[in-house]
């Protein structure tokens, strides 16, 4: 299978809309990788939908360095989504029981991926995985860190949100912190090319 991962650009926006109205995808269209990014519940102004509100504020993230995400796509279409950035970006971590900062080290964090049930299984989630360490290391990031679910034996798909533990540690991810049971803090130290 041959990708092509690129960040989320204003001109890849509708590529965007297009994945998150997939089949199967009406979580990420609520969400709108936007709840981790904000801090606290979010004023709305009359008659908006929390969705709509959301999907605008990552609309205006479209085309920011650095880029609010990576979007995976197979043969010209969109199949798969990672969003990631500083820590600081993601404002809800901060208060997070599972996800609070394990010290106060500067880290990248990968939060949230959207494949669409019928796009599963093909290796999208480990192919963005392998492009967000690569595109932080470009970004100058020196460490970073997720939060997956780890669940034995796996369950469905539908709330791997945040990924599979195991496809961390094939990517070389160690554990640094575990809050709950089924929700491990893992890192990778990224080397700087010379």
Do not use: N
Request: overall charge positive; charged content about 20%; some cysteine.
């Amino acid at each position: 299978m041959t990708l092509a991962i690129e960040p989320l650009t204003v001109a890849r926006w509708p590529d965007l809309e297009a994945l998150f109205g997939a089949r199967g995808c009406s979580i990420a269209r609520g969400c709108w990788c936007m709840y981790y990014r904000e801090s606290g519940r979010p004023a709305l102004p009359a008659g908006v939908r929390l969705q709509d509100q959301r999907r605008r504020q990552l609309q205006a993230l479209a085309g920011s360095e650095p880029a609010a995400g990576l979007l995976a796509y197979r043969d010209g279409e969109p199949v798969g989504w990672v969003t990631l950035g500083p820590r600081e970006q993601f404002a809800k971590l901060q208060r997070s029981p599972v996800m609070k900062p394990v010290d106060a080290q500067p880290v990248w964090s990968v939060v949230c991926f959207v494949v669409p049930p019928a796009q599963r299984h093909q290796g999208i989630a480990s192919a963005l995985l392998q492009a967000a360490v690569a595109y932080a290391r470009a970004q100058g990031a020196t460490l970073l860190e997720a939060y997956p679910v780890d669940k034995q034996p796996p369950g469905r798909d539908d709330w791997l949100w945040h990924g599979a533990k195991s496809m961390y540690d094939k990517a070389g991810f160690v554990e640094v912190a575990r809050r709950r049971p089924q929700r491990p803090v893992v890192r990778l130290r990224l080397e700087q090319a010379p």
